[in-house]
């Protein structure tokens, strides 16, 4: 993308602190940001949010060792586990507050989908708590959803949202005139790099 997501400008904050908004209006109680490129850097700009931090030392490894350092840091009183990607900004309380409503009903695994099409966040039942600590770090998160796919409810959602991430700068710029009505602020911003 030629700029580090996280701290990219996203409405009036960063795209980081738009997904950690839309947790807490949500009411998820404990949030742990997985940490690895520019770990000191995030650690610093989200000094006044409640949240606990845990560091994948290899940022390039599957998602399925940065889900294992994270779920390390919650603690094990917790039920469920919502995967939030930092590249999926503009995703509403509303939503995160309907895919858990579904796991209340006894989905164990939900994943939200827009016209079809898969998205995130993702919720699993912590039921599956030692295997998700286990998993092969070569094969990822894929490898378990495919072995519990009789399990995985596809929540249909409003939001078209959960399904528009940003891997390029082209979906970043995209996203924020379709949320925002007008392109990011380029200036000043301690994402560009």
Known sequence: ?????????FGDGTVI???????????????????GHRADELRGHLKDFEVTFAVNPDPESEMSVSVARGLEQISPA?????????????????????IADEWVRGSKLVQPEHNGRGGHPVLIDLSFRDELL???????????????????????????FVARDMDTWEDYVRLHQ?????PPQRWNSPGFS
């Open 17 to 35: 602190k738009s997904c950690l908004k839309y947790l807490r209006g949500a009411g998820v109680s404990e949030i742990a940001v997985v940490l």
């Open 134 to 160: 286990h998993l092969d770090p070569e094969k990822g998160m894929r490898t378990f959803f495919e072995a519990h796919r009789v399990e995985v409810r596809r929540l249909t959602v409003e939001s078209p």
């Open 1 to 9: 993308m030629g700029a580090f997501k996280p701290l990219l400008p």
């Open 78 to 98: 917790a039920k469920a586990l919502l995967i939030a990607l930092v590249d999926h900004p503009a995703v509403d309380s509303g939503t995160i507050r309907a």
């Open 178 to 182: 379709d949320v925002f009505g007008r």
